[in-house]
């Protein structure tokens, strides 16, 4: 049994609070809120609320805790609680700054911490039924991803459209390319509610091995748009994560009708509690490790860059 603690129960705190509650394995110890109170009754057997981050630092049982409060806290809370010897779950963004995600990554190393990036969408079933589709089959090599994360709304006092939405688009890209360092990002937008801060923009990113991503993000557009494109060498595959959900396999010049895939029925959320809590008890590193954590916050600062200067940005080290 792994004993967590749960650092934020707002919009997307609530979320994990649920899932936490039917998860087999895990035992919810403690859950953490800066003011708004959570009443016991809407807490599981055995957990307890508190307002002090000191309670859960120095609890022993304590083994691992997650971070879902917003961007700007993520390092400081993530550092204190890797000191205090807990494996931590950080949201996305991992951290507000590149800087804070490789202190993060080596603090863990140093230390023999689990330290894992909420990258839900490496642990969506329709992502793995395009990467099984996709395993081995040169048809399918990856050359190009077009993914379009669009809707009204989504606004955050602490992060752009880039920061809330495309960061989803750029850690799945990275994966999907097989984890191969990006070399240049650029980025266009548009801020159009807020003068301060970008509502739609788009994103294209290369990568060492020759695979290019390009997403669009918005979130003015009426309707809502989930959909990623994996251009593979003579076929393709469209992962619809909308409210029409499905995979379907394409040739690449219209010559076949598209062929459903199978997806697997599960949550994404609890399948990423489920490997936070089984990476606490192997040990293992996760998927979506510090590291990748990393590279996903220094490609979104290269975004931000590209954005104020109109620039491509060089991610060449
Ligand atoms: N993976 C996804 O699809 C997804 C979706 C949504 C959000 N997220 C991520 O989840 C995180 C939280 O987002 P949210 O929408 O749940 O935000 P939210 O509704 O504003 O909730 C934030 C929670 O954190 C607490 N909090 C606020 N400021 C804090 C601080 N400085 N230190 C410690 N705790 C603080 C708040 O407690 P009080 O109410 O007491 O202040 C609140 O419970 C963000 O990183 C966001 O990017 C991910």
Same mark, same amino acid.
């Given at each position: ?9 707002? *919009? ?44 859960? &630092? ?21 550092? !204190? ?7 931590? /779950? ?17 603090? !863990? ?17 329709? $992502? ?9 089959? !040169?048809?399918?090599?990856? +050359? ?5 994360? %669009?809707?009204?709304?989504?606004? +955050?006092?602490?992060?752009?459209? $880039? ?7 750029? *850690? ?7 984890? @191969? @360092? ?10 159009? $509610? ?12 290369? *990568? %060492?091995?020759?695979?290019?991503? /390009? ?22 595959? $469209? ?59 220094? #490609?979104?600062?290269? !975004?931000?860059?590209?954005? #104020? ?5 060089? &991610?060449?080290?």
């Amino acid at each position: 049994m792994v004993n967590l603690a749960l650092i934020g129960c707002g *919009y997307w705190g609530a979320k994990y609070l649920a899932t936490l509650t039917g998860l087999a394995d895990c035992r919810l110890r403690w859950v953490y809120n800066r003011r708004t109170v959570i009443a016991a009754s809407a807490l599981p057997p055995g957990a307890r609320f508190t307002t002090r981050l000191a309670d859960i &630092l120095s609890d022993d049982a304590v083994q691992g805790a997650i971070v879902a409060t917003p961007l700007a806290s993520h390092f400081e809370i993530a550092r !204190a609680l890797l000191q205090a010897g807990k494996d931590v /779950l950080v949201e996305k963004p991992f951290t507000a700054t590149a800087a804070q995600a490789a202190a993060l990554r080596d603090l !863990a190393a140093e230390r023999g911490r689990i330290c894992m990036a909420g990258h839900i969408l490496l642990y969506n079933p329709a $992502v793995d039924a395009a990467l099984a589709a996709m395993q081995g089959e !040169a048809d399918f090599a990856l +050359r190009y991803i077009h993914s379009r994360r %669009a809707s009204t709304g989504a606004f +955050r006092a602490d992060a752009d459209v $880039v920061w809330n939405l495309a960061s989803h688009d750029l *850690y799945l890209a990275h994966f999907l390319a097989g984890g @191969a @360092a990006a070399v240049s990002v650029n980025a266009h937008g548009a801020a159009l $509610v807020d003068p301060g801060q970008v509502d739609a923009a788009d994103v294209a990113v290369r *990568y %060492a091995n020759g695979v290019q991503a /390009l997403i669009h993000v918005s979130r003015v557009q009426p309707g809502k748009t989930r959909e990623t494109l994996l251009v593979g060498a003579r076929r393709q595959i $469209v992962v619809d994560d909308g409210p029409e959900k499905s995979v379907t396999a394409h040739a690449l010049d219209g010559s076949h009708e598209p062929l459903a895939l199978p997806v697997a029925e599960s949550m994404p959320l609890a399948n990423q509690c489920r490997h936070f809590v089984d990476r606490i008890g192997d040990r293992q590193a996760p998927l979506s490790d510090a590291a990748a954590g990393w590279e996903n916050v220094r #490609q979104l600062e290269a !975004a931000t860059r590209a954005l #104020q200067t109109g620039q491509e940005q060089s &991610l060449m080290q």
